[in-house]
């Protein structure tokens, strides 16, 4: 994992301070490339070989392609196979990746699987590219001024090359009804962002600036006859480390069936659990079942107690760390955890993020797949119900609109737009739903992948890429991997997703008799949140908040009715109030006028 930066003219001065602004994504070594039509900077973080033969951005002397790479590429077997090149001792991604470019040229995007963003220049032609990965776990950022472009794996370093800051208010009142904000549009109106799975061509000569979706092929074949074996090869794909690796492990059924499979790799691997101090007890029920199943297990595991006091120091510095706003009340809990495994050295972090949205693991996949079940029952109702609720009519029948009917939300204290937020999302994410194999699934399935390409994209792994890579670490998520979630949509019908009471059941099922029961057949879903409503919320968290809230009013938000709202009270405003403190956190770090 690492971090890349440039801009489409020389500049020396200027790329050493944007390398500068993105140093915590790779310490271990920072280095640039410099000619007429290209300023290109790269921070190394080396976890698959040693750090002098990992130095980007990487350029053979008779070569013609300049590379910077920032992620992890899972399938290298398939590649060395397929480029038949003397590579078989090589495990150093970037330099298979290298000569899979030197032999296909543009199309090598065609045979790799992997987490990726990636710039790869052509210097005969003076064309460049930038690619995103499929399922978005590595965010890239881009802004276009006069005939130049700029890019870089974070916010922060657009802005340190000079990007202006001006705010795109409409992308203001669209993450306030999410929560976070989808899309190609950031809340700077200079700062734009690739989509997941796509693609950028500009060639400063010929003046092109357009983009495409990539067209990935699952090289990594899953059969999912029997989903634990499958896990095995999934899990061996994200264990490719020369690091430590560590698992979050919440005691839940996606972090324990990936230890499961790591148990059964030759990597050697250990497992983290957060508790909550001063908690009612159901907050850390999941504490004693990761216990229980490492020693069931064997595998080493370390528990962090997170206090009020760690909560409310970091709260600031995790949001503004995230760098868009973010309505996820979590934020300085993950922030603790990613600052807990760089203190013990863990390079690389394996999550089970991505499994809820491929097995229907919340509570609106459910009601969703309710809707399939019972179309002419329900849909009426359900019409009149949101727009009581919201005063607009969203179709049932549309997976985006469907999405936003049980996601959504609207406040009082800021303009709402829902209408405009649902031709935004139309107009820029509904061709990535266009494809066969997802034409002909149902609208529940369609609208897991629309949520695979919004939240989980743009809120989950942006802010996991973003917290832990403050921290100098790599976050891998097995169940994003492209292959297995198109084998899976493909096999699996919606209604064996959920059977006897219990959803994921297909997993579950697989992995009966190999994880403890109280896990593998536990109905309750907890979720990992601080007891703020019930124990953490008082005078003191109080005054942080009414701190970061400004004292005015401006277009789109009543500042000052929010911050009576906090002051009338000692009650936990509610989640909501994460949603405008992050925006105000942001706001205050840049000087905006929100």
Not at 238 to 259: I, Y
Not at 284 to 304: F, G, M, P, Y
Not at 439 to 455: A, C, D, G, K, P
Request: charged share 25%; with cysteine.
């Amino acid at each position: 994992m690492c971090g890349i930066i440039g801009f489409s003219f020389r500049n020396e001065e200027l790329v050493s301070k944007g390398i500068k602004s993105i140093e915590h994504r790779g310490p271990d070594a920072f280095n640039s490339y410099l000619d007429d039509n290209i300023s290109l900077g790269h921070s190394l973080l080396s976890i698959r070989g040693e750090v002098k033969n990992s130095v980007q951005p990487f350029k053979e002397p008779n070569s013609d392609w300049l590379l910077a790479f920032n992620g992890q590429i899972y399938n290298l077997e398939y590649i060395k196979n397929l480029i038949s090149s003397d590579l078989s001792n090589e495990s150093l991604d970037t330099k298979i990746l290298y000569e899979l470019i030197n032999i296909y040229g543009w199309n090598f995007v065609d045979h790799i699987e992997g987490m990726y963003c990636i710039f790869l220049m052509n210097i005969k032609t003076e064309e460049m590219r930038l690619y995103r990965d499929s399922s978005g776990q590595k965010p890239l950022y881009y802004s276009k001024v006069g005939q130049d472009i700029y890019f870089s794996s974070e916010v922060k370093g657009l802005i340190s090359l000079g990007i202006k800051k001006d705010v795109d208010f409409e992308s203001v009142s669209f993450f306030l009804h999410l929560g976070y904000l989808p899309g190609s549009n950031t809340i700077f109106k200079n700062i734009k962002r690739l989509l997941p799975g796509e693609y950028l061509i500009f060639n400063k000569n010929k003046k092109i600036f357009k983009q495409k979706e990539i067209n990935e092929s699952c090289r990594t074949n899953f059969f999912l006859e029997n989903i634990s074996d499958d896990l095995n090869s999934l899990v061996d794909l994200h264990l490719q480390s020369k690091t430590r690796v560590c698992m979050n492990l919440s005691g839940g059924m996606d972090s324990s069936s990936l230890l499961w499979a790591s148990k059964n790799s030759d990597k050697n691997i250990s497992a983290l659990t957060t508790k909550f101090s001063n908690a009612p007890n159901e907050y850390n029920e999941e504490v004693k079942l990761a216990e229980k199943l490492c020693k069931s297990l064997d595998v080493e595991h370390d528990v962090i107690e997170i206090t009020k006091k760690d909560f409310i120091s970091n709260f600031i510095e995790a949001y503004q760390t995230v760098e868009e706003p973010n309505g996820n009340v979590a934020i300085p809990l993950y922030f603790l955890t990613a600052k807990y495994h760089k203190a013990n050295n863990n390079t690389v972090v394996i999550s089970g993020d991505g499994g809820d949205e491929t097995w229907g693991g919340y509570n609106h996949h459910l009601e969703s797949k309710k809707l399939d079940l019972n179309k002419f029952y329900f849909l009426k109702k359900m019409a009149t119900q949101n727009f009581i609720k919201r005063r607009i009519f969203f179709n049932l029948a549309d997976p985006i609109e469907r999405y936003l009917y049980l996601r959504s939300s609207s406040s009082n204290m800021c303009r709402n737009d829902l209408k405009a937020l649902t031709e935004y999302l139309k107009k820029h994410l509904a061709s990535l739903l266009c494809g066969d194999e997802i034409r002909n699934l149902s609208v529940t399935q369609q609208m897991f992948s629309f949520e695979r390409l919004s939240w989980l994209a743009e809120e989950n792994f942006m802010r996991s890429d973003k917290l832990y890579m403050s921290q100098s670490i790599e976050v891998r998520s097995p169940f994003a991997f492209e292959s297995f979630r198109k084998e899976f949509n493909s096999k699996f019908e919606l209604k064996k997703l959920w059977q006897n009471g219990l959803n994921k059941y297909p997993l579950r099922n697989s992995l009966n008799g190999k994880l403890i029961d109280e896990i593998n057949w536990r109905k309750e879903k907890v979720g990992w949140k601080a007891p703020l409503q019930e124990k953490w919320y008082d005078s003191e968290f109080k005054s942080l908040l009414l701190d970061i809230i400004p004292n005015k009013n401006t277009d789109i938000i009543s500042w000052n009715k929010l911050r009576k709202s906090i002051e009338m009270t000692d009650k936990y405003p509610g989640k909501l109030i994460n949603y405008f403190a992050s925006l105000a956190i942001i706001s205050n770090h840049h000087s905006l006028d929100l």
